[in-house]
């Protein structure tokens, strides 16, 4: 069935260093790709989203790209700030259902 | 818009008790979801509903159930509560199918003793 992959956290990064998140899927069809972001005690945020093969997804600094050939949608920012901490989900929506990995925890230290 | 809204915020439950989720949107939202969220687990789909008066399962539905009586509204049902249901529970809605993102409600959580 489908499946979402993301890389285990926790991530710790200092502020303004590179972020890079991965992300790969297993899914039949050609299903919408989303990354989510989750600040303590609140519900989950779209960040970005991406619908067809080579889209690239952008808000807020962060990026993802959707690479059909190797199944993935890597989540980067150039410069990471304190206020970028929480937890980050990949999803991907196929057939009216959506499918999300793990999370990923991201700590930035000033 | 309030968006998606959930009640109630906590709920401590004793095994055995029963207890409904309120899950209520005011975006016009054709499809709703219901998740739980357990550490190191992710999103879990419960149930979820395509339009009002549908319901379908999801990847966990064993011990829930759910009705979309009002386009608005998407309860989850516990009958029974039990320990390895505590959890947080969220709520979503979407527009429909395609690149539709979902929005969700900020959790309901569940502690069953």
């Known amino acids: 069935g489908d499946s979402v992959t993301q890389m285990e956290g926790p991530v710790t990064l200092s502020e303004e260093a590179f972020l890079t998140i991965n992300c790969t899927y297993t899914?039949?069809?050609?299903?919408?790709l989303f990354w989510y972001v989750q600040y303590p005690g609140e519900g989950l945020q779209l960040l970005l989203k991406?619908?067809?093969?080579?889209d690239k997804g952008s808000n807020k600094g962060f990026e993802a790209t959707y690479r059909k050939e190797t199944t993935s949608f890597h989540l980067e920012k150039g410069s990471v700030q304190v206020s970028d901490s929480a937890v980050y989900f990949c999803a991907l929506k196929n057939f009216n259902k959506f499918y999300f990995g793990s999370g990923t925890k991201l700590n930035v230290k000033p | 818009n309030a968006g998606v809204t959930q009640t109630p915020k906590f709920r401590v439950l004793k095994t055995g008790q029963s207890m409904t989720l309120l899950c209520a949107q005011d975006?016009?939202?054709?499809?709703m979801y219901w998740y739980r969220q357990d550490p190191g687990m992710g999103l879990r789909l419960i149930h979820y509903s395509v339009g009002e008066g549908t319901t379908a399962k999801g990847e966990v539905p064993d011990g829930y159930n759910v009705s979309r009586l009002k386009k608005q509204n998407f309860l989850l049902g516990l009958e029974s509560a039990a320990p390895s249901q505590t959890s947080v529970y969220f709520c979503a809605s979407s527009s429909g199918t395609g690149r539709y993102e979902q929005y969700f409600g900020p959790g309901t959580r569940l502690t069953v003793t």
């Open positions: 975006m016009n939202h054709e499809y």
């Open positions: 991406a619908t067809k093969a080579d």
């Open positions: 899914a039949t069809g050609y299903p919408s």
